[in-house]
């Protein structure tokens, strides 16, 4: 079975860094795109970054990018988010997905989540 676990999230000041990570399992991970998103209090879960098969990163808000980086390490099935000068409207949960096709159509995933608190 699919299987998404982030980890990494954790209290930071404005300013400060952090790198997530998202291991992956049960599907060719290789092959497929990855994605991270997050959803802050109050507010709908948004796309943070996309990143394809082989490695080419996007980032989807003026916001964040040149500030946050998505990679991939194909041999260890991980996907990472590093997140440099971290500000307060970056606190949320950060979620891992991955989009795998199946015969009804195309199947979301999701990871549980981890928790940044950007404050002083």
């Known amino acids: 079975q699919v299987q998404l676990v982030e980890s990494g999230g954790g209290l930071v000041q404005p300013g400060g860094s952090l790198r997530l990570s998202c291991a992956a399992s049960?599907?060719?991970?290789?092959?497929?795109?990855m994605y991270w998103y997050r959803q802050a209090p109050g507010k709908e879960r948004e796309l943070v970054a996309a990143?394809?098969?082989?490695?080419?990163?996007?980032n989807y808000k003026d916001s964040m990018k040149g500030r946050f980086t998505i990679s991939r390490d194909n041999a260890k099935n991980t996907v990472y988010l590093q997140m440099n000068s971290l500000k307060p409207e970056d606190t949320a949960v950060y979620y891992c997905?991955?989009?795998?096709?199946?015969?009804?159509?195309?199947?979301?995933?999701w990871g549980k989540g981890t928790l940044v608190t950007v404050s002083s």
């Open positions: 049960g599907f060719p991970f290789s092959s497929y795109g």
């Open positions: 990143i394809t098969n082989t490695g080419s990163g996007f």
């Open positions: 997905n991955a989009r795998i096709p199946t015969i009804g159509g195309p199947m979301d995933y």
